[in-house]
Nanobody
Framework: QVQLVESGGGLVQNGGSLRLSCAAP???????MGWYRQAPGKQRELVAS???????NYADSVKDRFTISRDNAKNTVYLQMNSLKPEDTAVYYC?????????????WGQGTQVTVSS
């Protein structure tokens, strides 16, 4: 069972910053890595993703505030979150996908809570 190890969540005030990290086993060739979030009563949504080549994609709500980056040698993805708002409060999940001859395999982290106080 492949596990992604997340760290970096916590409680921060409105306008503050946090940095999330997520590491996948280095023995696995990962295609895209990303972060999703799920707030209470809402569906899980994509926050940001980054391909192995460095192409990034962001949700409109976090553009210009969040930055996703990646260290391919370590199979680690980071999410720098600045100018945090109360509406960013959610459980953040790391995702990594692997392409095989049988298709795409998705791996998920256990989730880390981010709480932004007003």
């Amino acid at each position: 069972q492949v596990q992604l190890v997340e760290s970096g969540g916590g409680l921060v005030q409105n306008g503050g910053s946090l940095r999330l990290s997520c590491a996948a086993p280095i023995s696995i060739s990962i295609n895209t890595m990303g972060w999703y979030r799920q707030a209470p009563g809402k569906q899980r949504e994509l926050v940001a993703s980054i391909t192995s080549g460095g192409s990034t994609n962001y949700a409109d709500s976090v553009k210009d505030r969040f930055t996703i980056s990646r260290d391919n040698a370590k199979n680690t993805v980071y999410l720098q979150m600045n100018s945090l708002k109360p509406e960013d409060t959610a459980v953040y999940y790391c995702n990594a996908d692997r392409r095989t001859v049988r298709g795409r395999i998705d791996y998920w982290g256990q989730g880390t809570q981010v709480t932004v106080s007003s």
